[in-house]
């Protein structure tokens, strides 16, 4: 098995670099990436996280489109596909615009940045069907384990509450209902809501019986400290990230915040380390292809942040005037280095076996 | 091991407590199964080993609850992780990790044990439940043997003394159940592990019990010797109910003791001659105005339901293939077969809520996936394996109001219905404060009120005790005598020999078999229920059916 950490730096690598272009062909380039890891690395019978992923991004590209078209986005343009009746506002919404005329430059730009996002989105749904949360939190620091485990906990409840819905609304069905409409959905409210605390219960239950959190009790300072560290690390490690992922605040701002917020966090990790009782059933061993995953995912990130701070030629889309983009040959090699560092990894066993037995039935 | 002091337990809100003064000492090395109806304050009992009752529930706990020298008060379950082990009722809601070697493992980490122990550990326990093959693969794509007893193995390769289990094998078809019965066994016997279980089928578990402790309402007997509490036991197997109508002393608790009691028996009535026990359609032991009811539906045979041809398919599985079948009015279908024959995606198709690949579904002549709900309602009703997932409002009668408004039927319909079918109810309960038995008779009667003609149940019998279950044959041969045609979908081969006319066994989505119960299940192995094994050659089912035919012969 591949470390999980691996696929999250190489997942989380591309999803920055994604983050940094607006460029269509490169971002199609990172969403086949991440789609080809899929469909050739994630072992038979984990959950599929890349397709959720992927439509969310594809409703976002939509949802993007389409507020363009009715509300428009600032981009200006010459090149008009259809005047809609504009919308007559009061003088106080004067900064409001609704209709008017539609161009193909506005259109263009909102459907790229909706891609921006749909590729930023597949990287993240890739990495966890490589790699589930839930093995990811098995080499979470002694500090971060509680919060971990509830963000686990989060996460797998989520299909969960999905999956009973779609049995409650086949009950209401079975009682004459027709299972559509908002009045519906107020209905299935309480049955699922209720259906999924049992659950969460139950499940607290089996943990708490196994010995969950059965940490020796910490001395009161040595918890203020580590908590107070924690804190501020995760907190100026978020506002790094997000200075360093969104071009607009812009991005040399983030990266001192990261590093302090990085080190604080650091630090507090270490401190509850030295406290830490819970011993770790066969870790994955981290060797070459981990390596070459984390390693092609820093670099890509960081290509790609460097290249669009610096406003270089091809990163992104320029749609006043409309023209079609460049593909910068650094950035493509970046996302070629990615696809070969997946290639590097073996087929993990329950796939390759199903493949083997396919072949032989063919 | 297990010393219970005077033990009172009482919720805030209920009016009497859920346990009280129970003493009970439980020895080393012992498989103690508790036994008593629903809602009797099993449950409480065994949570009250680990310390989750009140530590995690909350409620008052009186006296002491002393577990291998500590005191509940004192631990908490985390603190007795390393000497209980509590296996939740599905397994699948207690699994935290994804894969079974992983979950095994979890409960040692959080314990501190160290990795070289650790691992030796998992490969020991791997095993001892025999799972090696499985060992890599995800929980979810196991069977629901396979998971019970990869529940069984995470919290054994923590090392506890002590197991805790409720219901392990209630969700579970026979042969799974063996499985998870014989793991359970050699536990006890080999390892001299302590288990106590609390189990509704007691015909699968009640021959591997040293002791029996009873519970009801909320008063616990001393332990009892299982010959000796089956004597008084409310809730007994079809062996012990046998035993007890011929008089036999000592009872026998085991298909093979009561076998051997009844060599004379057999002998008896093999003098028969022949047509009476070839009598197949009409069994032995029907009051008369029920077989009058069943040849009038027979020379009806209107067929209410049919698939034709039926294939669909779940994700990657072909859960139905090429399935032909036609049910009639007044007749009663069990649906048999492991745990994923397809039985559960059979009923769905039937009700027209699954996409098919091929073939026809046609009851009352309409297809039910065309039909508007309403209609759909009219026409055929489903119960789900979860009934709670029919019921939405805080009380009963409200419950029953909304379904009279549902339908369109006049007010105090659903009512009515669900008086006769379960007596009388506490219309100002919330419907998940009933009995497993009141709330899937509240499902039932909600789906009747929409008029249905074709019935089909989901396992109905799933955490029922022996009370609600003889309630539910009763209800369910008045239904069919009505002209109802009933499909049911089960395990509970017991259930199947009291109530079926006709059993489809399925497996991997094709019909294998499908014929006149009495034929199907009594030759099956895996099948055949209690009685049908101790008489066998002599097609007798039940226990009626035996005294019906000991009555014919003197």
């Known amino acids: 098995m591949i470390h999980p950490v691996a696929w999250w730096a190489w997942g989380v690598g591309l999803a920055t670099a994604a983050a940094h272009t607006t460029n269509p062909v490169l971002l199609i380039l990172v969403v086949v990436v991440a789609g080809w890891a899929v469909l050739e690395r994630r072992e038979v019978g984990t959950i599929d996280a890349f397709r959720p992923f992927l439509l969310i991004g594809l409703v976002a590209v939509l949802l993007r489109v389409v507020m363009a078209v009715v509300l428009g986005n600032g981009v200006g343009g010459n090149l008009v596909i259809v005047e809609l009746p504009r919308l007559a506002l009061p003088s106080w919404l004067a900064g409001l615009r609704v209709g008017g005329p539609v161009t193909i430059e506005s259109v263009l730009a909102a459907a790229v940045d909706g891609m921006r996002l749909a590729a930023t989105l597949a990287c993240i749904g890739a990495a966890n069907a490589l790699a589930t949360p839930k093995r990811l939190l098995r080499y979470a620091p002694a500090t971060l384990y509680d919060i971990g485990t509830a963000i686990v906990v989060a996460l797998t409840f989520a299909p969960q509450l999905v999956e009973l819905a779609s049995r409650v609304r086949v009950a209401r069905r079975l009682r004459g209902h027709a299972g559509r409409g908002p009045r519906e959905l107020a209905r299935l409210v309480v049955p699922v809501l209720a259906g999924t605390l049992e659950r969460a219960l139950e499940l607290a239950a089996s943990m708490e019986s196994r010995g969950y959190g059965r940490l020796p009790v910490r001395t009161g300072r040595a918890r203020w400290l580590g908590s107070i560290l924690a804190l501020l690390g995760t907190a100026g490690t978020c506002a790094g990230l997000y200075g360093l992922l969104s071009p607009s605040v812009g991005g040399w701002l983030g990266l001192p915040t990261l590093v302090a917020g990085v080190a604080l966090a650091a630090a507090s990790l270490v401190l509850g380390a030295r406290r830490e009782v819970r011993t770790a059933y066969r870790r994955d061993p981290w060797r070459v292809p981990e390596w070459a995953l984390t390693l092609a995912g820093v670099a890509t990130a960081g290509l790609f942040v460097v290249a669009d701070g610096a406003g270089a030629a091809g990163m992104a889309l320029h749609s006043a005037p409309l023209a079609w983009p460049e593909v910068p040959l650094l950035a493509t090699l970046a996302l070629a280095l990615c696809l070969s560092a997946v290639a590097l990894t073996p087929v993990p066993p329950r796939l390759a076996a199903a493949r083997t037995r396919s072949a032989v039935a063919a | 091991m297990i010393d219970f002091q005077d033990v009172s337990v009482s919720y805030a809100g209920q009016s009497r407590p859920a346990l009280s003064g129970a003493t009970v000492h439980i020895d080393e090395g012992e498989l103690v199964l508790v036994v008593g109806p629903t809602g009797s304050g099993k449950s409480t009992l065994l949570r009250c080993i680990n310390g989750l009752v009140p530590h995690f529930t909350g409620g008052l706990l009186q006296g002491r609850v002393l577990v291998g020298g500590r005191d509940t008060r004192t631990h908490r379950p985390r603190d007795l992780a390393d000497l209980v082990g509590f296996v939740v009722q599905d397994p699948m809601s207690g699994f935290v990790t994804d894969t079974v070697e992983d979950e095994i493992a979890y409960g040692m980490e959080a314990l501190g044990v160290d ?47 002590i197991l805790v289990l409720d219901e392990p094998t209630s969700a579970l078809d ?83 003791e009561a076998r051997r009691r009844a060599s004379g028996i057999r002998e008896r009535l093999a003098t028969l001659p022949p047509p009476a026990r070839a009598d197949q359609e009409a069994r032995a032991g029907r009051s008369v105005d029920q077989i009058g009811a069943l040849g009038a539906a027979a ?80 026409a055929v009703g489903l119960v789900p394996q979860d009934p709670d997932l029919l019921l939405y409002a805080d009380t009963v009668s409200a419950e029953c109001r909304n379904a009279d408004a549902d339908f369109g039927r006049p007010p105090g319909t659903t009512g009515a219905l669900l008086t006769r079918i379960a007596g009388p109810v506490p219309p100002d309960r919330h419907p998940r404060d009933l009995s ?50 009933v499909v049911l979908a089960t395990h509970d081969v017991e259930l199947v020999a009291e109530v079926a006319h006709r059993v489809v066994v399925l497996a991997d989505g094709e019909v294998v078999t499908d014929g006149p119960a009495r034929q199907v299940i009594a030759g099956s192995p895996a099948f055949a229920p209690q009685v049908a094994k101790i008489m066998h050659p002599i097609p007798c089912l039940t226990v009626d059916d035996v005294c019906h035919a000991l009555d014919a012969v003197s």
């Open chain 2, 299 to 378: 020379a009806v045979t209107t067929v209410v339901a049919a698939a034709i041809d039926l294939t669909v398919r779940r994700g990657q599985v072909t859960a139905l293939s090429g399935v032909d079948l036609a049910f009639t009015a007044g007749e009663i279908t069990a649906v048999m077969g492991r745990n994923g024959a397809g039985k559960s995606t059979l009923l769905a198709a039937l009700v027209g809520e699954l996409p098919r690949q091929h073939g026809r579904v046609s009851v009352m002549g309409s297809d039910p996936a065309r039909l508007t709900p309403a209609a759909r309602c009219a």
């Open chain 2, 174 to 256: 026979p042969v799974a159940a063996e499985d998870v019965l014989a793991a359970l066994h050699r536990l006890v016997h080999d390892l001299g592990m302590t288990v106590v279980m609390a189990e509704h089928r007691l015909e699968r578990v009640v021959h591997h019990a040293d002791r029996i402790l009873l519970v009801e309402a909320g008063q616990a007997s001393p332990l009892l010797d299982p010959a000796e509490a089956m004597v008084t036991s409310q809730i007994h197997p079809p062996v012990v109910s046998l035993g007890r109508r011929l008089h036999w002393r000592p009872l026998p608790l085991s298909v093979r």
């Open chain 2, 115 to 161: 990795p070289l122990v650790m691992r030796r550990r998992v490969e020991d326990t791997l095993d001892v439940l025999a799972l090696a093959q499985v060992r890599d693969r995800p929980l979810r794509s196991l069977s629901g043997g396979q998971q019970q007893r990869v529940a069984i193995a995470a919290v054994l390769a923590a090392g506890p003394r």
């Open chain 2, 436 to 485: 497993e038995g009141q709330r899937l008779a509240l499902a039932l009667a909600i789906v009747l009120a929409g008029g249905a003609t074709v019935l089909l149940l989901d396992e109905p019998t799933r955490g029922l005790d022996y009370q609600a279950k003889a309630r539910l044959v009763e209800v369910l041969r008045n239904l069919a005598a009505e002209g109802h045609a």
